[in-house]
């Protein structure tokens, strides 16, 4: 089962006296902190709600950019529970934060671009085409 809860760290103001909005993930007493990139003057914030109060525009679209964050992490986890996957707070954290892609190197998109390029061979491209990025590569 995955915790979700917004808060802001008081402690560690900005220079406008704005205090940083995080998300806390929390699965098995493990937690994964990120920051939301967004801010709000401590005042604004309701502790026990976990939202902005909804004094102002500003704060009603804070609150809606907070619902739906939370809607995208159910998502992500139902997502982990249909793959199979074990539920861990670093692992939602990193596929929410969009770190969970495997990098590819240059070569090896090459190769994958050179792949496609042979099944075409005769189609759409000359065998003369296909060598040469071969020879690229």
Not at 26 to 48: C, F, H, N, Y
Not at 73 to 90: R, W
Not at 95 to 113: A, F, I, M, P, W
């Amino acid at each position: 089962m995955v915790s979700i809860l917004f808060f802001v760290k008081r402690t560690k103001r900005l220079k406008n006296g704005q205090a940083p909005i995080f998300l806390r993930i929390t699965t098995d007493k493990q937690r994964a902190e990120i920051s939301l990139g967004r801010s709000i003057m401590p005042e604004q914030w309701v502790i026990s709600k976990g939202r902005a109060r909804p004094c102002s525009a500003m704060n009603k679209q804070l609150n809606a950019f907070l619902d739906q964050q939370e809607y995208l992490l159910y998502n992500l986890q139902k997502e982990f529970v249909d793959e199979g996957k074990p539920l861990t707070a670093p692992e939602i954290a990193r596929r929410y934060r969009g770190d969970d892609n495997q990098r590819k190197t240059l070569v090896e998109l090459y190769n994958r671009h050179n792949q496609q390029l042979c099944e075409l061979v005769g189609k759409t491209v000359a065998q003369a085409t296909y060598t040469r990025h071969c020879t690229s590569l």
